[in-house]
């Protein structure tokens, strides 16, 4: 069993930034890859980031390339979403997910099997 918990979010200007961290318990994290998805109200859930077991491959969405950078951290267990020049629209709540399988990385939410609880992100104008 995985727990992944989220922190970081906040509220901040347009043009600003955060970082947020999920920090993992209860499996291998190194063997695992770590997405990040968002999902703003009344919306679906979106992707946003991901990176592989190793760090050595990363996928971004085109929303946020150039802007979000993420890494992780196997030693401390954690993965990281660095956002800069935030805007209005990325105001959601972020969350981080697990994929255990050790297949090829994916960008589907339904290609991850565990769920942090997310974290808040509001971008003012």
């Known amino acids: 069993q995985v727990q992944l918990v989220e922190s970081g979010g906040g509220l901040v200007q347009a043009g600003g930034s955060l970082r947020l961290s999920c920090a993992a318990s209860g499996g291998t994290f190194s063997r695992y890859h770590m997405g990040w998805f968002r999902q703003a109200p009344g919306m679906e859930r979106e992707f946003v980031s991901a990176?592989?077991?190793?760090?050595?491959?990363?996928h971004y969405a085109d929303s946020v390339k150039g802007r979000f950078t993420i890494s992780r951290d196997n030693a401390k267990n954690t993965v990281y979403l660095q956002m800069n020049s935030l805007k209005p629209e990325d105001t959601a709540v972020y969350s981080c997910?697990?994929?255990?399988?050790?297949?090829?990385?994916?960008?589907?939410?339904?290609?991850?099997?565990?769920w942090g609880q997310g974290t808040q992100v509001t971008v003012s104008s």
């Open positions: 997910a697990a994929d255990t399988s050790m297949r090829t990385m994916g960008l589907s939410p339904n290609e991850y099997d565990y």
């Open positions: 990176i592989i077991w190793s760090g050595g491959i990363t």
